[in-house]
Protein backbone atom coordinates (compact mmCIF):
# COMPACT_ATOMS: atom_id res chain seq x y z
CA UNK A 1 0.00 0.00 0.00
CA UNK A 2 1.50 3.19 -0.92
CA UNK A 3 1.40 6.09 1.94
CA UNK A 4 1.60 9.69 1.13
CA UNK A 5 0.73 13.00 3.56
CA UNK A 6 -2.14 14.28 1.56
CA UNK A 7 -4.00 12.16 -1.44
CA UNK A 8 -6.24 15.03 -3.97
CA UNK A 9 -9.18 13.16 -5.54
CA UNK A 10 -9.92 15.58 -8.20
CA UNK A 11 -7.81 17.13 -10.92
CA UNK A 12 -9.54 20.46 -11.51
CA UNK A 13 -8.48 23.69 -11.01
CA UNK A 14 -9.25 23.22 -7.13
CA UNK A 15 -7.34 20.26 -6.57
CA UNK A 16 -4.54 20.71 -8.29
CA UNK A 17 -4.13 24.15 -6.82
CA UNK A 18 -4.45 22.43 -3.30
CA UNK A 19 -1.70 19.70 -4.54
CA UNK A 20 0.65 22.37 -5.67
CA UNK A 21 0.98 24.40 -2.74
CA UNK A 22 0.77 21.48 -0.24
CA UNK A 23 4.10 20.02 -2.36
CA UNK A 24 5.47 23.47 -2.45
CA UNK A 25 5.59 22.82 1.10
CA UNK A 26 7.41 19.51 1.32
CA UNK A 27 4.68 17.83 1.57
CA UNK A 28 4.21 14.06 -0.30
CA UNK A 29 0.89 14.63 -2.90
CA UNK A 30 -0.82 12.39 -5.09
CA UNK A 31 -3.45 13.48 -7.06
CA UNK A 32 -6.13 11.44 -8.39
CA UNK A 33 -8.32 12.16 -11.42
CA UNK A 34 -11.05 9.81 -12.89
CA UNK A 35 -10.91 10.89 -16.30
CA UNK A 36 -8.33 10.80 -18.58
CA UNK A 37 -7.21 13.84 -18.35
CA UNK A 38 -6.76 16.84 -16.01
CA UNK A 39 -8.49 19.94 -15.99
CA UNK A 40 -12.40 19.20 -15.18
CA UNK A 41 -14.89 21.79 -16.25
CA UNK A 42 -11.89 23.10 -17.83
CA UNK A 43 -11.11 21.73 -21.59
CA UNK A 44 -9.70 22.76 -25.24
CA UNK A 45 -10.31 20.74 -28.36
CA UNK A 46 -9.18 21.64 -32.27
CA UNK A 47 -12.10 21.72 -35.12
CA UNK A 48 -10.83 22.32 -38.58
CA UNK A 49 -7.46 23.62 -37.22
CA UNK A 50 -9.10 26.15 -34.47
CA UNK A 51 -9.18 25.99 -30.80
CA UNK A 52 -12.74 26.09 -29.23
CA UNK A 53 -12.87 26.33 -25.12
CA UNK A 54 -15.84 23.78 -24.11
CA UNK A 55 -15.80 24.95 -20.62
CA UNK A 56 -14.74 27.96 -18.85
CA UNK A 57 -12.90 30.25 -20.68
CA UNK A 58 -12.86 34.21 -19.27
CA UNK A 59 -11.04 35.85 -16.49
CA UNK A 60 -11.95 39.43 -15.07
CA UNK A 61 -10.00 41.98 -13.89
CA UNK A 62 -11.36 41.47 -9.95
CA UNK A 63 -10.38 37.61 -10.07
CA UNK A 64 -6.84 38.68 -8.74
CA UNK A 65 -6.75 34.85 -7.32
CA UNK A 66 -6.36 33.52 -11.28
CA UNK A 67 -4.49 36.74 -12.43
CA UNK A 68 -1.65 35.87 -9.91
CA UNK A 69 -1.51 32.20 -10.74
CA UNK A 70 -1.73 32.95 -14.21
CA UNK A 71 1.18 35.42 -13.75
CA UNK A 72 3.30 32.84 -11.60
CA UNK A 73 2.75 30.05 -14.44
CA UNK A 74 3.91 32.65 -16.79
CA UNK A 75 0.40 32.35 -18.81
CA UNK A 76 0.04 35.31 -21.10
CA UNK A 77 -3.88 36.97 -21.60
CA UNK A 78 -5.79 38.95 -23.98
CA UNK A 79 -9.05 41.05 -24.47
CA UNK A 80 -11.89 39.64 -25.95
CA UNK A 81 -12.62 41.08 -28.73
CA UNK A 82 -15.10 43.80 -28.30
CA UNK A 83 -15.01 46.59 -31.12
CA UNK A 84 -18.23 47.62 -32.64
CA UNK A 85 -21.74 47.89 -31.91
CA UNK A 86 -23.73 45.29 -29.38
CA UNK A 87 -26.98 43.98 -30.74
CA UNK A 88 -30.10 43.73 -28.46
CA UNK A 89 -32.81 41.50 -29.55
CA UNK A 90 -35.91 42.09 -28.09
CA UNK A 91 -39.51 40.39 -27.75
CA UNK A 92 -40.46 40.86 -31.20
CA UNK A 93 -37.55 39.35 -32.43
CA UNK A 94 -36.16 42.58 -33.86
CA UNK A 95 -32.05 43.29 -33.62
CA UNK A 96 -31.10 46.71 -32.76
CA UNK A 97 -27.76 48.24 -32.43
CA UNK A 98 -25.99 49.63 -29.34
CA UNK A 99 -23.34 51.30 -27.72
CA UNK A 100 -21.78 51.08 -24.36
CA UNK A 101 -23.68 49.59 -21.27
CA UNK A 102 -27.23 50.83 -21.59
CA UNK A 103 -29.28 48.65 -23.84
CA UNK A 104 -31.49 49.83 -26.55
CA UNK A 105 -34.79 50.14 -24.51
CA UNK A 106 -37.87 52.22 -23.92
CA UNK A 107 -36.74 55.27 -21.13
CA UNK A 108 -39.12 53.82 -18.60
CA UNK A 109 -37.83 50.01 -19.16
CA UNK A 110 -34.21 52.02 -18.96
CA UNK A 111 -34.90 53.83 -15.56
CA UNK A 112 -36.91 50.74 -14.66
CA UNK A 113 -33.35 48.26 -15.19
CA UNK A 114 -31.18 51.48 -13.48
CA UNK A 115 -32.92 51.19 -10.73
CA UNK A 116 -33.10 47.24 -10.05
CA UNK A 117 -29.52 47.18 -10.69
CA UNK A 118 -28.72 50.15 -7.94
CA UNK A 119 -31.12 48.48 -5.43
CA UNK A 120 -29.39 44.62 -5.90
CA UNK A 121 -25.52 46.76 -5.90
CA UNK A 122 -27.13 47.80 -2.71
CA UNK A 123 -28.12 44.83 -1.10
CA UNK A 124 -25.13 43.14 -2.57
CA UNK A 125 -22.38 45.39 -0.75
CA UNK A 126 -23.92 44.33 2.34
CA UNK A 127 -22.97 40.26 1.99
CA UNK A 128 -20.33 39.05 2.77
CA UNK A 129 -19.92 36.33 -0.57
CA UNK A 130 -18.05 33.93 2.45
CA UNK A 131 -20.91 34.09 4.94
CA UNK A 132 -24.04 35.19 3.04
CA UNK A 133 -26.51 33.35 5.76
CA UNK A 134 -25.40 36.15 8.35
CA UNK A 135 -27.00 38.87 6.71
CA UNK A 136 -29.14 40.33 8.90
CA UNK A 137 -32.50 39.48 6.34
CA UNK A 138 -30.61 36.21 5.00
CA UNK A 139 -33.73 34.12 6.17
CA UNK A 140 -35.93 36.44 4.58
CA UNK A 141 -34.25 37.11 1.18
CA UNK A 142 -33.64 33.17 1.02
CA UNK A 143 -36.86 32.00 1.16
CA UNK A 144 -38.18 34.05 -1.90
CA UNK A 145 -37.74 33.15 -5.07
CA UNK A 146 -35.08 35.72 -7.63
CA UNK A 147 -38.47 35.89 -9.99
CA UNK A 148 -40.74 36.92 -6.85
CA UNK A 149 -38.82 39.36 -5.47
CA UNK A 150 -37.94 41.08 -9.37
CA UNK A 151 -41.82 40.96 -9.68
CA UNK A 152 -42.08 42.60 -5.40
CA UNK A 153 -39.21 45.29 -6.96
CA UNK A 154 -40.34 46.38 -10.10
CA UNK A 155 -43.46 46.69 -12.76
CA UNK A 156 -41.63 46.61 -16.13
CA UNK A 157 -41.57 43.22 -17.53
CA UNK A 158 -38.87 43.98 -19.74
CA UNK A 159 -36.96 44.87 -17.08
CA UNK A 160 -37.28 42.28 -14.53
CA UNK A 161 -36.55 39.63 -17.86
CA UNK A 162 -32.95 41.93 -18.36
CA UNK A 163 -31.98 41.62 -15.50
CA UNK A 164 -33.00 37.96 -14.64
CA UNK A 165 -31.15 37.27 -17.94
CA UNK A 166 -28.13 38.65 -16.10
CA UNK A 167 -28.39 36.33 -13.63
CA UNK A 168 -30.63 33.26 -14.06
CA UNK A 169 -29.77 32.50 -17.98
CA UNK A 170 -26.20 33.95 -17.70
CA UNK A 171 -24.97 32.60 -14.15
CA UNK A 172 -26.67 30.64 -12.35
CA UNK A 173 -27.67 28.69 -15.51
CA UNK A 174 -31.21 28.19 -13.45
CA UNK A 175 -34.96 29.63 -13.91
CA UNK A 176 -35.39 32.36 -11.68
CA UNK A 177 -38.12 30.77 -10.17
CA UNK A 178 -36.10 27.73 -8.95
CA UNK A 179 -33.23 29.65 -6.63
CA UNK A 180 -33.74 32.36 -4.28
CA UNK A 181 -32.71 36.11 -4.07
CA UNK A 182 -30.33 35.38 -1.53
CA UNK A 183 -28.03 33.44 -4.06
CA UNK A 184 -28.73 35.59 -6.37
CA UNK A 185 -27.04 38.27 -4.25
CA UNK A 186 -24.08 35.89 -3.56
CA UNK A 187 -23.48 35.21 -7.21
CA UNK A 188 -23.55 39.07 -7.28
CA UNK A 189 -21.18 39.59 -4.72
CA UNK A 190 -18.95 36.94 -5.76
CA UNK A 191 -17.96 39.24 -8.96
CA UNK A 192 -17.58 42.25 -6.12
CA UNK A 193 -21.16 44.09 -7.76
CA UNK A 194 -24.05 43.48 -9.60
CA UNK A 195 -23.33 45.96 -11.76
CA UNK A 196 -20.40 43.58 -12.63
CA UNK A 197 -22.63 40.83 -13.91
CA UNK A 198 -24.21 43.05 -16.18
CA UNK A 199 -20.72 44.42 -17.70
CA UNK A 200 -20.00 41.69 -20.27
CA UNK A 201 -16.89 43.42 -20.75
CA UNK A 202 -15.66 43.46 -17.04
CA UNK A 203 -17.09 40.24 -16.31
CA UNK A 204 -16.04 38.60 -19.73
CA UNK A 205 -12.70 40.78 -20.17
CA UNK A 206 -9.82 38.56 -20.89
CA UNK A 207 -8.78 34.96 -22.46
CA UNK A 208 -6.04 33.38 -21.82
CA UNK A 209 -3.47 32.40 -24.84
CA UNK A 210 -3.85 28.73 -25.40
CA UNK A 211 -7.01 28.60 -23.17
CA UNK A 212 -8.13 28.59 -19.59
CA UNK A 213 -7.24 24.96 -19.34
CA UNK A 214 -3.59 25.68 -19.74
CA UNK A 215 -3.88 26.19 -16.06
CA UNK A 216 -4.60 23.12 -14.99
CA UNK A 217 -2.26 21.47 -17.52
CA UNK A 218 0.87 23.28 -16.61
CA UNK A 219 -0.05 22.96 -12.48
CA UNK A 220 -0.22 19.35 -13.65
CA UNK A 221 2.89 19.14 -16.12
CA UNK A 222 4.72 20.78 -12.61
CA UNK A 223 3.13 17.52 -10.19
CA UNK A 224 4.53 15.08 -12.80
CA UNK A 225 3.99 11.54 -11.95
CA UNK A 226 1.84 12.77 -8.60
CA UNK A 227 -1.32 13.43 -11.10
CA UNK A 228 -2.19 9.64 -11.98
CA UNK A 229 -5.31 9.94 -14.49
CA UNK A 230 -8.14 7.19 -14.78
CA UNK A 231 -8.28 6.68 -10.79
CA UNK A 232 -11.82 6.70 -9.88
CA UNK A 233 -11.74 6.76 -6.46
CA UNK A 234 -14.73 4.75 -4.80
CA UNK A 235 -14.27 4.53 -1.29
CA UNK A 236 -12.99 6.35 1.60
CA UNK A 237 -12.19 4.63 4.78
CA UNK A 238 -11.35 7.34 7.43
CA UNK A 239 -10.68 7.88 11.50
CA UNK A 240 -8.81 10.74 13.18
CA UNK A 241 -5.52 8.94 12.36
CA UNK A 242 -5.49 9.09 8.28
CA UNK A 243 -7.49 7.77 5.10
CA UNK A 244 -7.34 4.87 3.28
CA UNK A 245 -8.50 6.03 -0.18
CA UNK A 246 -10.13 3.32 -2.58
CA UNK A 247 -9.22 3.08 -6.14
CA UNK A 248 -10.42 -0.03 -8.14
CA UNK A 249 -8.29 -3.03 -6.14
CA UNK A 250 -5.71 -0.46 -4.94
CA UNK A 251 -5.82 1.18 -1.32
CA UNK A 252 -3.95 4.71 -0.47
CA UNK A 253 -2.73 5.53 2.40
CA UNK A 254 -2.77 9.30 3.60
CA UNK A 255 -2.84 11.87 6.56
CA UNK A 256 -5.51 13.96 4.97
CA UNK A 257 -7.95 13.70 1.84
CA UNK A 258 -8.74 16.54 -0.07
CA UNK A 259 -12.30 15.66 -1.78
CA UNK A 260 -12.15 18.28 -4.47
CA UNK A 261 -14.72 16.99 -6.81
CA UNK A 262 -18.57 18.99 -7.20
CA UNK A 263 -20.58 18.37 -4.44
CA UNK A 264 -23.25 16.34 -6.29
CA UNK A 265 -20.63 13.91 -7.00
CA UNK A 266 -19.03 13.10 -3.80
CA UNK A 267 -22.55 10.62 -3.31
CA UNK A 268 -20.18 8.39 -5.89
CA UNK A 269 -17.74 7.76 -2.97
CA UNK A 270 -18.52 5.64 -0.13
CA UNK A 271 -17.51 6.84 2.90
CA UNK A 272 -16.67 4.49 6.24
CA UNK A 273 -17.83 5.86 8.75
CA UNK A 274 -20.41 7.70 6.46
CA UNK A 275 -20.44 11.07 6.81
CA UNK A 276 -22.91 13.12 9.13
CA UNK A 277 -26.25 13.92 7.55
CA UNK A 278 -25.94 17.13 7.22
CA UNK A 279 -23.34 16.64 5.11
CA UNK A 280 -25.60 14.29 2.63
CA UNK A 281 -28.81 16.74 3.09
CA UNK A 282 -26.61 20.23 2.16
CA UNK A 283 -24.91 18.58 -0.96
CA UNK A 284 -28.83 16.78 -2.10
CA UNK A 285 -29.79 20.48 -2.09
CA UNK A 286 -27.01 21.63 -4.39
CA UNK A 287 -27.38 20.95 -7.60
CA UNK A 288 -25.85 21.75 -11.35
CA UNK A 289 -27.23 24.19 -13.17
CA UNK A 290 -27.48 23.65 -17.06
CA UNK A 291 -26.02 25.91 -20.19
CA UNK A 292 -25.32 24.42 -23.70
CA UNK A 293 -22.48 26.49 -24.57
CA UNK A 294 -22.12 26.32 -28.68
CA UNK A 295 -19.77 27.75 -30.63
CA UNK A 296 -19.74 28.19 -34.44
CA UNK A 297 -16.87 28.78 -36.75
CA UNK A 298 -16.86 30.83 -39.98
CA UNK A 299 -13.77 31.63 -42.78
CA UNK A 300 -13.92 35.26 -41.54
CA UNK A 301 -15.49 37.32 -38.50
CA UNK A 302 -17.86 39.04 -41.15
CA UNK A 303 -20.13 40.72 -38.10
CA UNK A 304 -16.79 43.28 -38.25
CA UNK A 305 -16.95 44.02 -41.85
CA UNK A 306 -20.39 45.70 -41.04
CA UNK A 307 -19.67 47.40 -37.15
CA UNK A 308 -20.83 44.61 -34.74
CA UNK A 309 -18.73 43.78 -31.99
CA UNK A 310 -20.36 40.40 -32.39
CA UNK A 311 -21.68 40.88 -28.77
CA UNK A 312 -25.68 40.58 -28.39
CA UNK A 313 -28.12 40.00 -25.46
CA UNK A 314 -31.79 38.69 -26.39
CA UNK A 315 -33.76 37.89 -23.28
CA UNK A 316 -36.57 36.14 -25.34
CA UNK A 317 -34.07 34.24 -27.79
CA UNK A 318 -33.15 30.88 -27.63
CA UNK A 319 -29.57 32.03 -27.52
CA UNK A 320 -29.85 34.34 -24.72
CA UNK A 321 -26.04 36.08 -25.37
CA UNK A 322 -23.87 35.75 -28.18
CA UNK A 323 -19.96 36.59 -28.13
CA UNK A 324 -17.12 36.85 -30.73
CA UNK A 325 -15.18 34.08 -29.60
CA UNK A 326 -12.58 34.77 -32.31
CA UNK A 327 -8.31 33.57 -30.68
CA UNK A 328 -6.22 36.50 -30.76
CA UNK A 329 -4.24 36.39 -34.06
CA UNK A 330 -6.47 33.99 -36.32
CA UNK A 331 -8.08 35.06 -39.58
CA UNK A 332 -11.41 32.64 -38.81
CA UNK A 333 -13.76 34.16 -36.95
CA UNK A 334 -15.98 32.37 -34.27
CA UNK A 335 -19.23 33.14 -32.66
CA UNK A 336 -19.86 31.57 -29.09
CA UNK A 337 -23.40 32.09 -27.80
CA UNK A 338 -25.12 30.23 -24.23
CA UNK A 339 -28.24 28.10 -23.94
CA UNK A 340 -29.99 27.82 -20.83
CA UNK A 341 -32.00 26.07 -18.20
CA UNK A 342 -35.30 25.52 -19.86
CA UNK A 343 -34.72 25.86 -22.79
CA UNK A 344 -31.63 23.90 -22.57
CA UNK A 345 -34.01 21.32 -21.17
CA UNK A 346 -36.10 21.73 -24.51
CA UNK A 347 -33.97 21.21 -27.22
CA UNK A 348 -31.43 19.14 -24.95
CA UNK A 349 -34.35 16.67 -26.17
CA UNK A 350 -34.13 17.23 -29.72
CA UNK A 351 -32.31 15.28 -32.49
CA UNK A 352 -28.90 16.72 -32.83
CA UNK A 353 -30.04 18.44 -36.58
CA UNK A 354 -33.16 19.68 -35.00
CA UNK A 355 -31.39 21.62 -32.14
CA UNK A 356 -28.58 22.89 -34.69
CA UNK A 357 -31.41 24.30 -36.91
CA UNK A 358 -33.06 26.07 -34.09
CA UNK A 359 -29.58 27.21 -32.52
CA UNK A 360 -28.39 28.95 -35.87
CA UNK A 361 -32.07 30.71 -36.63
CA UNK A 362 -31.32 32.07 -32.78
CA UNK A 363 -27.50 33.44 -34.01
CA UNK A 364 -29.29 34.90 -37.31
CA UNK A 365 -31.55 36.75 -35.06
CA UNK A 366 -28.51 38.29 -34.21
CA UNK A 367 -26.19 38.45 -36.89
CA UNK A 368 -28.07 38.10 -40.23
CA UNK A 369 -28.45 34.92 -42.23
CA UNK A 370 -24.16 34.87 -42.83
CA UNK A 371 -24.75 33.04 -39.32
CA UNK A 372 -26.58 30.49 -40.35
CA UNK A 373 -23.91 28.53 -42.16
CA UNK A 374 -21.40 28.51 -40.24
CA UNK A 375 -18.05 25.83 -41.43
CA UNK A 376 -17.76 24.82 -37.90
CA UNK A 377 -20.16 23.54 -35.12
CA UNK A 378 -19.56 22.76 -31.42
CA UNK A 379 -21.61 22.07 -28.72
CA UNK A 380 -20.60 21.83 -24.81
CA UNK A 381 -21.69 18.05 -23.19
CA UNK A 382 -20.93 18.70 -19.57
CA UNK A 383 -24.73 17.63 -19.01
CA UNK A 384 -24.14 13.82 -20.17
CA UNK A 385 -20.41 13.45 -18.14
CA UNK A 386 -21.31 11.82 -15.35
CA UNK A 387 -17.86 13.36 -14.16
CA UNK A 388 -19.38 16.88 -14.19
CA UNK A 389 -23.27 16.65 -15.09
CA UNK A 390 -24.50 20.21 -15.90
CA UNK A 391 -22.84 23.76 -16.42
CA UNK A 392 -21.12 25.80 -15.23
CA UNK A 393 -21.68 25.35 -11.67
CA UNK A 394 -24.16 24.13 -8.86
CA UNK A 395 -26.54 26.36 -6.43
CA UNK A 396 -28.95 25.72 -3.70
CA UNK A 397 -32.44 25.45 -3.93
CA UNK A 398 -34.71 28.04 -2.13
CA UNK A 399 -33.96 28.73 1.28
CA UNK A 400 -30.53 26.12 0.96
CA UNK A 401 -28.13 28.76 1.88
CA UNK A 402 -29.30 29.66 5.10
CA UNK A 403 -30.08 26.24 6.23
CA UNK A 404 -27.23 24.41 4.61
CA UNK A 405 -24.57 27.10 3.40
CA UNK A 406 -21.89 26.64 6.16
CA UNK A 407 -21.90 22.75 5.80
CA UNK A 408 -20.13 22.18 2.36
CA UNK A 409 -17.01 23.71 3.18
CA UNK A 410 -16.64 21.76 7.12
CA UNK A 411 -13.54 19.70 7.06
CA UNK A 412 -14.84 15.62 8.35
CA UNK A 413 -12.01 14.35 10.37
CA UNK A 414 -8.77 13.99 8.17
CA UNK A 415 -10.86 15.20 5.13
CA UNK A 416 -11.95 18.39 3.54
CA UNK A 417 -14.22 19.46 0.82
CA UNK A 418 -14.29 21.92 -1.98
CA UNK A 419 -14.65 22.96 -5.54
CA UNK A 420 -15.52 26.27 -7.11
CA UNK A 421 -18.91 25.77 -6.20
CA UNK A 422 -18.23 26.46 -2.48
CA UNK A 423 -16.25 29.54 -3.10
CA UNK A 424 -17.03 32.61 -1.50
CA UNK A 425 -14.98 35.05 -4.17
CA UNK A 426 -15.02 33.90 -7.63
CA UNK A 427 -17.68 31.08 -6.95
CA UNK A 428 -18.43 29.35 -9.96
CA UNK A 429 -15.97 30.49 -11.39
CA UNK A 430 -12.16 29.27 -11.75
CA UNK A 431 -11.19 31.69 -9.29
CA UNK A 432 -12.99 30.86 -6.40
CA UNK A 433 -11.67 27.42 -7.49
CA UNK A 434 -7.72 28.68 -7.15
CA UNK A 435 -9.19 30.63 -4.15
CA UNK A 436 -10.68 27.18 -2.35
CA UNK A 437 -7.46 25.00 -3.52
CA UNK A 438 -5.39 27.44 -2.04
CA UNK A 439 -7.60 27.83 1.41
CA UNK A 440 -7.60 23.55 1.88
CA UNK A 441 -3.91 23.61 1.11
CA UNK A 442 -3.41 26.46 4.28
CA UNK A 443 -5.68 24.40 6.64
CA UNK A 444 -4.35 21.23 6.04
CA UNK A 445 -0.92 22.77 6.51
CA UNK A 446 -1.34 24.16 9.86
CA UNK A 447 -3.80 21.61 11.57
CA UNK A 448 -2.21 20.28 14.45
CA UNK A 449 -1.74 17.43 12.98
CA UNK A 450 0.57 18.72 9.53
CA UNK A 451 3.32 16.85 8.92
P1 LIG B 1 -14.01 20.55 -11.60
O1 LIG B 1 -15.38 20.01 -11.78
O2 LIG B 1 -13.37 21.24 -12.74
O3 LIG B 1 -13.00 19.36 -11.16
C1 LIG B 1 -13.43 18.23 -10.45
C2 LIG B 1 -12.60 17.04 -10.91
O4 LIG B 1 -12.89 15.91 -10.10
C3 LIG B 1 -12.91 16.61 -12.35
O5 LIG B 1 -11.71 16.53 -13.10
C4 LIG B 1 -13.56 15.23 -12.20
O6 LIG B 1 -13.30 14.38 -13.29
C5 LIG B 1 -12.90 14.74 -10.92
N1 LIG B 1 -13.64 13.72 -10.21
C6 LIG B 1 -14.96 13.70 -9.92
N2 LIG B 1 -15.25 12.60 -9.17
C7 LIG B 1 -14.09 11.91 -9.01
C8 LIG B 1 -13.74 10.70 -8.33
N3 LIG B 1 -14.64 10.00 -7.65
N4 LIG B 1 -12.44 10.28 -8.37
C9 LIG B 1 -11.50 11.01 -9.01
N5 LIG B 1 -11.78 12.16 -9.67
C10 LIG B 1 -13.06 12.62 -9.65
N6 LIG B 1 -15.37 29.80 -15.08
C11 LIG B 1 -14.68 30.96 -15.33
O7 LIG B 1 -13.92 31.41 -14.46
N7 LIG B 1 -14.84 31.61 -16.53
C12 LIG B 1 -15.67 31.14 -17.50
O8 LIG B 1 -15.77 31.73 -18.59
C13 LIG B 1 -16.39 29.95 -17.24
N8 LIG B 1 -17.25 29.44 -18.17
C14 LIG B 1 -17.69 28.15 -18.05
C15 LIG B 1 -18.33 27.52 -19.13
C16 LIG B 1 -18.72 26.19 -19.05
C17 LIG B 1 -19.43 25.54 -20.21
C18 LIG B 1 -18.45 25.45 -17.85
C19 LIG B 1 -18.82 24.00 -17.72
C20 LIG B 1 -17.82 26.07 -16.77
C21 LIG B 1 -17.43 27.42 -16.86
N9 LIG B 1 -16.79 28.07 -15.81
C22 LIG B 1 -16.19 29.27 -16.02
C23 LIG B 1 -16.68 27.41 -14.49
C24 LIG B 1 -15.30 26.79 -14.25
O9 LIG B 1 -14.94 26.00 -15.36
C25 LIG B 1 -15.36 25.96 -12.97
O10 LIG B 1 -15.78 26.79 -11.89
C26 LIG B 1 -14.01 25.36 -12.57
O11 LIG B 1 -13.31 24.83 -13.67
C27 LIG B 1 -14.24 24.28 -11.51
O12 LIG B 1 -13.01 23.70 -11.14
P2 LIG B 1 -13.00 22.68 -9.93
O13 LIG B 1 -11.63 22.10 -9.83
O14 LIG B 1 -13.53 23.35 -8.72
O15 LIG B 1 -14.04 21.52 -10.33
Redesign the pocket.
Known sequence: MSVHDTVV????????VAAWRLSQAGQDVLV????D??????RSELHDGSLF???????SPD?DA?TGLLDELGLQTYLRHREGASLYVDSGGGARRFTGEDLPVAADTAAAIERLIKGLDALTAEIDPDRPWDHPDAERLDHVTFQQWLQDNCDDVEARDNIALYVGQAMLTKPTWSFSALQALLMAASAGSFRHLVDADFI?DRRVVGG?ASV?LELAGRLGDRVRLG????AVDYSDEGATVV?GPERIRARRVVI???PP?VR??RFMPELPASHRHAREHQSFGL?I?VQVGFTTPFWREIGLSGTGFGPYQLVHEVYDNTPDGSTSGQLVGFISGEDADRVGALSDDERRAEVLESFAAYLGEAARTPVTYVE?D?QHQE??G????TSFDVGGLTRYGRVLRQPVGPIEF????VAGL?F??????VR??AEIAHRVLTSRDAP
Open positions: VGAGVTGLLEARRVGGRLEIGGQWVQLLLPQDVTVAVPLRIVKSWLTGAYGGTSDGQHVDGAVG
